[in-house]
């Protein structure tokens, strides 16, 4: 296999390195591309020079990814109202027709608990070297030695970054069994859809929070919504306003999540944290710029 061959057998691999850097699979495109355009612009003697091209890829997307992560921080402050990574689908579950499953970004994403939209939402707390040095060790397995010639910093001090950014994860609650997942959520659908408010209370946490991200595009709350009665007043009115209410059990990021449906268009995607069997957050993406991938059912 040739060098230019490598090089473009490597994508998904970069693809997958980028999302979960940057919780967007369009900006994990741009990162990539951009990746493989400072390949392409060697000259063929500095391409034969590089031992490796995989390391070498490695190392720029990282890099590009690190930019990208401090300007996403700049454009997120002028955001409206919260911001969500992007959902990806499990594209298995849906109707393709003619879409060419080979061009779809989304068949390149590998669904594994590093995409688990919990997990990616506590990455947003690390600062982005935090972010890329822990994701490289402890999803990716890079050794400190080779994160350091990525990022341009000391194997210590990556060290050091990984361990200040495992002390920002907040402890997790106990697995839940996928099934019990898809059963929790079905029992939920079945209650959303039937304005069911005595059904909805016994599923939600106390605690459960309720978090919309509309991007300003569309209409979405602008703040979380906190506790089990004001969540479930909030899912009534939503049901309500959006009159003949379609949800579909799909898979989101790795996790039993919902679709939902207005006049046959995808309105939002939902994703759920569970703990102790009742949804304790609920993750609702509804800016259409962030659905593009779950048009096609």
């Given at each position: 296999?040739d ?7 490597d994508r998904?691999r970069?693809?997958?390195i ?15 591309q951009?990746t ?18 995989n ?11 690190l ?5 996403a ?10 911001w ?8 298995t ?56 010639e990525?990022?341009?910093?000391t ?16 402890e997790?609650p ?33 605690t459960?929070?309720?978090?919309a991200?509309?991007g ?5 709350a602008?703040?979380?919504i906190?506790?089990r009665?004001?969540?479930?007043q ?24 919902l679709?939902a ?12 944290e ?23 059912l």
């Open positions: 296999m060098r230019l061959s490598t090089v473009v057998g998904r970069l693809i997958n980028a999302y979960r850097l940057l919780g967007s699979v369009t900006d994990a495109e741009d990162a990539v951009e493989f355009t400072r390949w392409c612009a060697l000259a063929p003697e500095q391409q034969e020079s590089i031992e490796s091209p390391a070498w890829l490695s190392k720029v997307v990282s890099r590009v990814c930019d990208q992560l401090g300007s921080r700049v454009r997120r402050e002028r955001y409206v109202g919260p969500l990574p992007e959902p990806v689908p499990d594209r579950e849906w109707s393709l027709g003619s879409h060419t499953r080979s061009a779809d970004p989304a068949e390149r994403i590998t669904l594994d608990e590093s995409v688990d939209m919990a997990f990616l939402i506590v990455l947003e707390a690390m600062t982005p070297p935090e972010r890329v040095t822990f994701l490289l060790h402890d999803v990716f397995r890079y050794s400190f030695a080779e994160i350091a990525m990022v341009g910093r194997p210590a001090a990556c060290r050091q970054l990984a361990y200040s950014a495992r002390r920002r994860i907040p997790r106990a697995e839940v069994m996928t099934a019990q997942r898809s059963d929790l959520i079905r029992s939920f659908r079945r209650a959303w859809e039937s304005k069911d408010v005595t059904a909805l209370v016994g599923l939600l946490d106390p459960v929070v309720a978090v991200d509309g300003g595009v569309v209409t979405a602008w703040h979380p906190e506790g009665d004001e969540v479930t909030y899912l009534i009115e939503v049901a309500r306003l959006a009159g003949e209410l379609t949800l579909l059990e799909r898979t989101v990021n790795g996790q039993p999540g679709v449906l207005h006049d046959e268009t995808i309105a939002a995607v939902y994703a759920f569970i703990a102790d069997d009742r949804i304790r957050q609920i993750w609702s993406i509804r800016n259409p710029e962030k659905l593009r991938l779950w048009t096609n």
